[in-house]
């Protein structure tokens, strides 16, 4: 279970090619979902190499938040992005649950998401750039890639129902338990306070981005429950970005 849980998580959640799993039943689709700051962290590494190595080489910090983005989304193949467009587009062309959830399954970008897409990615853009310019751009991009992730178990606990019977979000949903999940939190959140003390920023700063990442990323949840009743796949994509968004607006302080 622990091995083909850790394949979903990176053959799900990353580009990179690893072997399918055996068997995917709820209790590997939890370990998957547990495994996901794990999952985050491989696109971490890449991302704060990419910034790190251009750091050195001495380009604007906007450049290089431009390039960090750009590779945690290409490392994902957009999929968190899709998500993001996608729930834009249901919470903002219907007020109607069954229409709503068909413009989401649809995948083609409205303008809503189109818009949200926008907005959103400059806000990390900005948010990293941020950082950057005060010297914390390999940490701010680590801490938030990875711990965007941990709205993943959180979001796919009993306490939150799937919008559909089928699909992604009913695979995982209710897959993982709660104290794994806030066990997963708790040890992220420890880790981002030990990166803010090695890296330059305020010892609070860490912590209290990735607690407000996750309180966004929730205030989304909310809202996609009572419109939808619960969860898809593409609402997994659009709370991991608001929560990489946040986090990173915070970090750049």
Known sequence: M???????AIGTLTALPVPAPAAIDRRVAGAAMTFAPLAGAVLAVGAGVVVGVGGLLGLPAFVLAVLGVGVVALATRGLHLDGLADTADGLGASYDRDRALEIMRRGD????GVATLLFVVVLQIAGLAGATAAGAGVAAVVVAVVASRVVLPLCCTRLVPSARPEGLGATVSGSVALPVAIGVAVAVAGLSALSALVSGLAWWQAPVAVVVGWVAAGV????????LGGITGDVL???VETATAATLAVLSI
């Open 2 to 8: 622990v091995r083909d849980g850790l394949r979903m």
């Open 220 to 227: 989304v949840l909310a809202r996609c429950i009572r419109r």
């Open 237 to 239: 994509g659009a709370c």
């Open 109 to 112: 970008a409205g303008p809503t």
